[in-house]
């Protein structure tokens, strides 16, 4: 199995201060930046959007990786590739089947890593058809919307059921809840990459913290 992928997420650092805590993570070794995009329809929350990508783009060199919680992605994924993203995931429940494949399509086309994200309920078998067109799918290990909420164990099976189903190249990512211990549940199931915003942001070492995400 190739390297784990780390990505820190934003969602958890200081809004006010996100250049410093983006340096802070990148020292710490993280691989990627994970940006959690809300709109406040698709879930209860609104984030931060396209101004706050094209900021963020010019301090760091890591790659932004972009999760979209909004309605419509195929509305806003070229706005998000023109100013940076290098990984643009967006939710099968966002859009209609039939939009699946075109919004994959779209976004590869914009020269982005293309993701497709599952809900808690979300069964993975959705999925089935669309895997070999990703370049990695996202599994929700919490209802999406906040950080700092439990991880729900009975969503490992499902990272389990996509690596049965897929190749080594896909990149299976996990989301909400990550820590040392239910990483590396993840990790035996077929995870190959973690994100973890208040586990990082609010360990005493930071550093330390995404060390014990990679072992
Ligand atoms: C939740 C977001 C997550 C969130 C994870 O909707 O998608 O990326 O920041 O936060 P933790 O790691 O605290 O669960
Ligand atoms: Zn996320």
């Not at 209860?44 to 094209?54: A, D, H, L, Q, W």
């Not at 783009?57 to 290098?86: R, S, W």
């Not at 809900?119 to 700092?148: A, H, I, N, R």
Request: a negative charge; aromatic letters at 6%.
């Amino acid at each position: 199995m190739s390297k784990i992928i780390i990505s820190p997420s934003i969602l958890s650092a200081d809004f006010a201060n996100l250049e410093r805590d983006i340096h802070i993570v990148e020292k710490a070794g993280a691989d990627w930046i994970h940006v959690d995009v809300m709109d406040g329809h698709f879930v209860p929350n609104i984030t931060i959007g396209v101004p706050v990508v094209k900021s963020l783009k010019k301090v760091t060199k890591l790659p932004l990786d972009v999760h979209l919680m909004i309605e419509n992605p195929m509305k806003y994924v070229e706005a998000f590739a023109q100013v940076g993203a290098d990984i643009l995931t967006f939710h099968y429940e966002a859009v209609n089947e039939d939009e699946v494949l075109p919004l994959i399509n779209k976004i590869k086309s914009l020269g982005v890593k293309a993701g497709i994200s599952i809900k808690p309920k979300t069964s993975p078998s959705v999925l089935d058809k669309f895997l070999k067109y990703v370049d990695l799918v996202l599994v929700m290990t919490v209802e999406p919307g906040f950080g700092g909420q439990k991880f729900m164990n009975d969503c490992v099976e499902k990272i389990f059921y996509i690596r049965k189903n897929s190749d080594e190249n896909l990149i299976i990512q996990v989301d909400g809840g990550i820590n040392a211990q239910t990483g590396k549940l993840c990790i035996e199931n077929g995870a190959n990459s973690l994100v973890a915003g208040s586990y990082i942001y609010n360990a005493p070492d930071i550093a330390g913290a995404v060390m014990s995400l990679r072992n």
